[in-house]
Structures are given as structure tokens and as C-alpha cells.
């Protein structure tokens, strides 16, 4: 039999698989189905795009016309000392941020995944950041870690002098620290639901083959979760590079530009200096960074390569 032959009896096995018991053959969704979501993702997505794409090419204070000055935003940042030292900062905080809540959010979805005693209650108590805004957290967080009335003033054995945001260690470390507090249950959310849909027939195997937990853990469930860590990393680079209200509310990006990350400068020269030309230079330039980061991070990771059971429905 042909390749052709064999091909065409493929394609009309999977026809008659597709078929409900008694009903009609299941088909894609129209395209009048992805219209809503297509025009929203164009209007609120694409068009700003375009608008900070142009405007990143003028001189704009927020009044009156915008004036084409061409590439000159972007020749003053590639000499801002404060630019590059801010898009490594965002590298190096984005980073640490994935270094830490990967291990920790991984461990905490598997567990919660389990079926101990009081495992709801415990899940539910742990996942109630995430119905906090970041605004509150770090609110919430500035005022316990103030070095006059906060927890650091009352330990200086473990703090020291107490004002962790007086250094570039320091600040970055409470960055980091209310960063994971806030997100971890977020990415521990999805470990968890990949975690449950781990066959348990795989553990059963292991088992069988005398495998102990340690071992179900390394063999069976890191390899199950190989996407959902993926999708996990990405969007913590995203978040990580995108981050601003944070830096706002714990640093103003001090002490000095020690904790200035591209966000907040960003902020600073559309918002404070109203020069809105460059701060659209900066957003866009960070666009960029964090597309091509999370691009190289699918790509490495083979993610892009994933297909669906459901394919070609």
C-alpha cells in the first residue's frame, strides 16, 4: 500500500474518531468566534503598541503636538549611564526571582497536590496573597520592614542597624523577598494542577519497581512538569522585566539608582521629567528585552515544540 493510501486512511480513522456517539462530526470554531478577542487584543494591545512606537521618535511634555526629533531618544539612552545600569538591574532581579520561587513554588504545588490531612485548609491560608494587589503588598510590607517601627528595628542581632532599604544588598534582597511572598503561590497554583494530572499509574509503576519517594519525585513527577515549569519561567520573566509598582512603593529606586529598574526609569523620565518621547523609548525598548528573553527561553526549553492531544480538532 502507498504512502498516499496509507495517509488517506489516517486522516479518515481520526474522522470517525472524532464523530459523537449518535451526533455530528466535531469541527474547528469559525473564525467569528475569535473575533471578539481579536479586536480587544488590537485595541488595547497592538494600537498603544503603535502609538508608543511613534511617539518614541518625537519630543513630547504632554502638551500640545508632539515634534519628530527623529533617532535622538534613542542615542541619549544608548549614553544614560542610569539606562544600562537599569536593564541589567532588571536582568539581575528577574533572575533572582526565578531562582528562588521556582524551588520553592515547585515543592509547594506537589505537596498541595497531595492528599495529606488539612492539606485545603493549609492551601487556602498559603494562596491568600494572591488575592492582594501589589500595591498592598507592598504597602503592607513598608511598613513592616521600616527601620524606625518595623520588625528590622526590633531584631538588631539579625538586622543590624536595622534599615535594610539604606543598601544596594539590602534593598535588592527585600525586592526579591516581596516579589516571592506575593507570586510564589501564583506559580505554585499551576505546579499544582499539573502535579494532580500526573497519571497515577506512573507512581504505581515506580513503586513496583522500588522506587522511593525521593526517587517517584525525581523520575516520574520533574519529568510530567517539564511544561508547567516552562510556562511557569516565562511568565516570571515577564513579570520580573514588567515591574514597577513594587520598586515604587519599597525603593524609589534608591538608595540613589541602586534599585532604578527599566520600569521605574521609565516612570521617571515620562512622569517626573515629562520628557514622554523618551520614557516610550525605554517601554518599548523593554518590550523588546522581555519578548526576546521569553522567546529564548521557549526555544532553549523545546517548549515550542509542545503539541496538544487535541491537535487538529
Do not use: C
Amino acid at each position: 500500500m502507498s504512502t498516499t493510501t496509507l495517509a488517506a486512511s489516517a486522516a479518515t480513522e481520526q474522522r470517525r474518531a472524532r464523530r459523537s456517539p449518535g451526533g455530528p462530526t466535531l469541527s474547528r470554531p469559525g473564525f467569528a468566534w475569535a473575533l471578539p478577542a481579536t479586536l480587544f487584543f488590537g485595541l488595547f494591545a497592538l494600537v498603544p503598541l503603535v502609538l508608543v512606537v511613534v511617539l518614541s521618535f518625537t519630543s513630547w511634555a504632554g502638551l500640545g503636538s508632539p515634534e519628530y526629533v527623529g533617532l535622538d531618544n534613542w542615542q541619549r539612552l544608548a549614553r544614560d549611564p542610569v539606562m544600562i545600569n537599569s536593564l541589567w538591574l532588571s536582568v539581575l532581579l528577574t533572575a533572582l526571582g526565578v531562582l528562588v520561587q521556582t524551588p520553592l513554588s515547585l515543592l509547594i504545588g506537589v505537596w498541595a497536590a497531595g492528599p495529606q490531612r488539612n492539606r485545603a485548609v493549609l492551601s487556602a491560608i498559603f494562596f491568600l496573597p494572591l488575592l492582594l494587589s501589589a500595591t498592598a503588598v507592598s504597602v503592607l510590607w513598608r511598613a513592616l520592614l521600616d527601620p524606625n517601627f518595623g520588625v528590622p528595628g526590633q531584631a538588631p542581632w539579625l538586622f543590624g542597624d536595622g534599615n535594610l532599604f539604606g543598601s544596594r544588598t539590602g534593598a535588592i534582597a527585600v525586592l526579591v523577598f516581596v516579589g516571592g511572598w506575593q507570586f510564589i503561590p501564583f506559580h505554585a497554583l499551576i505546579y499544582q494542577g499539573a502535579a494532580r494530572a500526573v497519571p497515577a499509574v506512573l507512581y504505581q509503576a515506580a513503586e513496583v519497581d522500588g522506587a522511593g519517594r525521593w526517587e517517584q519525585f525525581r523520575h516520574v513527577t520533574l519529568p510530567q512538569l517539564r511544561n508547567a515549569m516552562i510556562t511557569s519561567v516565562v511568565l516570571m520573566v515577564v513579570g520580573g522585566l514588567t515591574t514597577f509598582d513594587t520598586v515604587l512603593i519599597l525603593t524609589q529606586g534608591g538608595p540613589g539608582t541602586d534599585t532604578t529598574i527599566t520600569a521605574y526609569h521609565m516612570y521617571e523620565q515620562a512622569f517626573r521629567s515629562f520628557d514622554f518621547g523618551a520614557g516610550a523609548a525605554i517601554a518599548l525598548l523593554l518590550v523588546v528585552v522581555a519578548t526576546v528573553i521569553s522567546l529564548i527561553v521557549v526555544r532553549v526549553s523545546g517548549y515550542d515544540k509542545m503539541r496538544s492531544t487535541m491537535e487538529g480538532l
